[in-house]
């Protein structure tokens, strides 16, 4: 492996040498990186297979297709992102004039996970590339074939100063946090997101941080429920459940709760019968899986529809909150099924494991969904449907607290990586200044006292 701060310095004279790169040469950076997706699509879909039995299908509906889709935003939209945006001036600033323009952030580093590695090495590098930055990424060392796979397809497409991969493990990213890099944009878990916002603060960069959490779905007595249940199967499906948003657990009212397990447990079969589910990424994910099923039958849980190795959905009743299924990202496929009996039992319930990435609610009812967004703090909602605000790309993504910070996708995925400077100019000769600073005198005075009083009113 080339050493990681070779890369850097090199990456670094290239930010120098052109630090604001044209529109139309970002421009041809996406084109080349989208002819690369479109071509290897194919190779996409093995790499995926390889490394955790993810099935065609889904390697191209999350995988490349969400890569396309950032692309095709990108592309549409980089003439007026890239714009300045010219600000209003206000009392008593007349005369002076304003723009916010929005440069890159330099060289900036992008660490990804193993469940997505393809979408989420190259979603966040076209928002890198869009915003004109110079970027190294490294995938997880735990999807060796995606990984290689991402170094290649990478390689090809963007001269080696504009991006380049850096495969490895721990050791190897711990090693990158020592570089000064402009910004550090981490999607994994919490407890590595600690490590990168240290090492941000010893740099004193900016950092985004994509963690995961437990995303609540919540169900009300407004909904057909058979749609409802087939929805949330799907999204707790997708991947294995190893989804940062797969909803995590489902609280149901008590009057529907009976019918809606059965509803739940007709389309798990249903849908294992029809589709391929991925495989657990390896045998320590298993084990702990696991282990949190027997911890929660010991507390007095009952499995429906179990195991594990069968590669299908587990569900999970009677699940005390005290149990770890309840208390950890449960990131497989395992679906716990509460019951409330009342808004403040059911807010209680989400609190316990507060802030999560996405809050799913099934509801007619617009003013339970207020209430709830009101007083739920997560870090996106998604009403009535699972996982599709992910693909959505005029709607920025990302966590709040335990859950992450920052902002990803489309336009909020360009500011991530900018820097939008301010840029005022003074059009008139003289300025409010000379009127209301030193030397003293009565008019100053008389001005400033002026001033408070037109500022107090409005
Ligand atoms: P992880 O935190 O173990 O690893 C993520 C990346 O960080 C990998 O590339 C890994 O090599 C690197 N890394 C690990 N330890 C490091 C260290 N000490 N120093 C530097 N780099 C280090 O995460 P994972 O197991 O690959 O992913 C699963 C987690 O990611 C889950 O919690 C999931 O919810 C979360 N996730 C979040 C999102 C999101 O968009 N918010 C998306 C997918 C996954």
């Not at 699509?41 to 299908?57: C, G, L, N, Q, Y």
Request: contains cysteine; proline residues 6%.
């Amino acid at each position: 492996m080339r050493d990681p701060s070779e890369i850097f310095d090199r990456l670094r004279t290239a930010e120098e040498s052109n630090p604001l790169p044209e529109v139309k040469t970002r421009i041809s950076w996406l084109e080349r990186l989208r002819s690369a997706v479109l071509s290897r699509r194919a190779d996409i879909r093995t790499a995926v297979w390889e490394d955790f039995r993810k099935s065609p299908v889904e390697a191209d509906l999350t995988e490349s297709i969400p890569v396309l889709l950032e692309l095709k935003t990108a592309l549409g939209n980089l003439a007026s992102w890239t714009a300045p945006k010219r600000l209003r001036s206000t009392f008593p600033l007349w005369g002076l004039s304003s723009r916010l323009q929005h440069n890159p952030k330099g060289v900036v580093l992008i660490l990804s996970p193993w469940n997505y590695p393809v979408n989420l090495s190259l979603g966040p590098l076209v928002s890198a590339l869009a915003a004109g930055n110079r970027v190294i990424v490294k995938p997880s060392e735990r999807v060796p074939h995606s990984s290689r796979l991402i170094a290649n397809l990478i390689g090809d497409a963007l001269p080696e100063d504009v991006a380049t991969v850096v495969e490895g493990g721990v050791e190897v990213g711990a090693e990158l946090l020592n570089l000064p890099f402009d910004h550090f944009y981490f999607t994994g878990g919490a407890a590595v997101g600690k490590e990168i916002m240290h090492a941000a603060a010893r740099h004193l960069s900016s950092v985004t941080l994509e963690l995961g959490g437990k995303s609540p779905a919540v169900v009300d007595g407004s909904v057909d429920l058979d749609q409802c249940a087939e929805k949330i199967v799907r999204g707790k499906f997708m991947n294995g459940g190893q989804t940062c948003i797969a909803p995590d657990y489902v609280v149901v009212h008590d009057k529907l709760y009976d019918d809606f397990v059965k509803a739940i447990l007709t389309h798990a079969v249903r849908i294992e019968a029809r589709a391929e589910m991925s495989a657990l990424i390896d045998d320590r994910h298993e084990a702990r899986l696991e282990a949190m099923l027997a911890d929660a039958v010991k507390e007095g849980a009952i499995l429906h529809h179990s195991d594990l190795h069968r590669s299908g959905l587990t569900i999970a009743t009677g699940v005390p909150l005290t149990c770890k299924l309840m208390q950890e990202e449960i990131f497989g496929p395992i679906l716990p099924v509460l019951r409330y009996r009342s808004e403040e039992e059911l807010i209680g319930i989400v609190r316990t494991n507060p802030s999560p990435l996405t809050m799913y609610v099934f509801s007619n009812d617009d003013r339970l969904v207020n209430r709830l967004a009101a007083k739920l703090k997560t870090g996106s909602i998604c009403i009535n449907e699972t996982l599709l605000h992910f693909v959505h790309p005029h709607l920025p993504f990302g966590g709040v607290g335990q859950s992450g910070s920052g902002r990803s996708h489309g336009r909020a995925g360009f500011e991530t990586f900018s820097n939008s400077v301010p840029i005022m100019r003074q059009n008139a000769r003289r300025g409010i200044i000379p009127l209301v600073y030193p030397p003293k005198g009565r008019f100053g005075d008389w001005a400033r006292e002026l001033l408070f009083r037109i500022l107090g009113r409005w």
